[in-house]
């Protein structure tokens, strides 16, 4: 079955304690991307990935971190998390770019307390 | 800065065709209109995308005015799971940036 799958679903921490949430996708796309989901503030694309070894800014970059050494994976990475990261994020990928249907994950919710 | 406008809200009832507008005055020539839609607070789904004509598939309908500053999405028989947020997005200039707006919530009712 196609589809992306994050990694956590869901998880608490604390201040400052690096955390990872995982992405990954089987079928195949180039594309990939990171987004999150704040009351009143929508839906906001935090950093995205046109293939393997190339990675860029979206709106909201600020205390995260991306890699993409793999096609299939494309982790985001706080290295300090703080409380404003508090949110629900979306991973998603497509064939090619942004301009082609995205396929998104189902979530990971993040506390951070 | 959002590229489009969406009502906040709509209500439509169920088994009616729901028609969603939007507004893209300042749409260019090679940009196309993506629909979205995302229930509770589920990883967001494709519906359907166009760049001139009108499109249709299992899902719903895309009218594109001629002049390309407008469209409809229509839900035709609409149910009680389109209750959603559905966003309508024209896609920046880059190929890797993605900005959603706030969307229409659309409540289906019995």
């Known amino acids: 079955e196609a589809q992306v799958t994050q990694n956590p679903r869901y998880l608490i921490t604390v201040t400052g304690k690096k955390l990872t949430v995982t992405c990954s996708q089987n079928?195949?796309?180039?594309?990939m991307s990171w987004y999150r989901q704040d009351p009143g503030l929508g839906l906001r694309q935090i950093y995205y990935?046109?293939?393997?070894?190339?990675?860029d800014k979206g709106d909201v970059p600020e205390g995260y971190k991306v890699s993409r050494k793999e096609k299939r994976n494309f982790p985001l990475i706080l290295e300090s998390p703080s409380p404003n990261q508090t949110s629900l994020y979306f991973c998603a990928s497509s064939p090619v770019s942004s301009n082609q249907p995205q396929h998104f994950g189902d979530g990971t919710r993040l506390s951070i307390l | 800065d959002a590229k489009t406008t969406q009502p906040p809200s709509m209500d439509c009832a169920e088994g009616r065709a729901a028609n969603l507008p939007c507004n893209h005055s300042t749409i260019s020539g090679n940009e196309y209109v993506y629909w979205y839609r995302q229930i509770h607070s589920q990883g967001p789904q494709y519906i359907i995308h166009?760049?001139?004509n009108n499109e249709t598939n299992e899902m719903a309908s895309l009218i594109i005015t001629e002049d390309r500053k407008s469209s409809t999405l229509i839900l035709p028989h609409a149910t009680l799971r389109d209750t959603a947020v559905y966003y309508c997005?024209?896609?920046?200039?880059?190929?890797?940036?993605?900005?959603f707006g706030a969307g229409t919530q659309v409540v289906v009712t019995p």
């Open positions: 079928m195949n796309h180039e594309y």
């Open positions: 166009g760049l001139k």
């Open positions: 990935s046109m293939n393997v070894e190339v990675t």
């Open positions: 997005i024209v896609l920046t200039d880059s190929w890797g940036k993605f900005q």
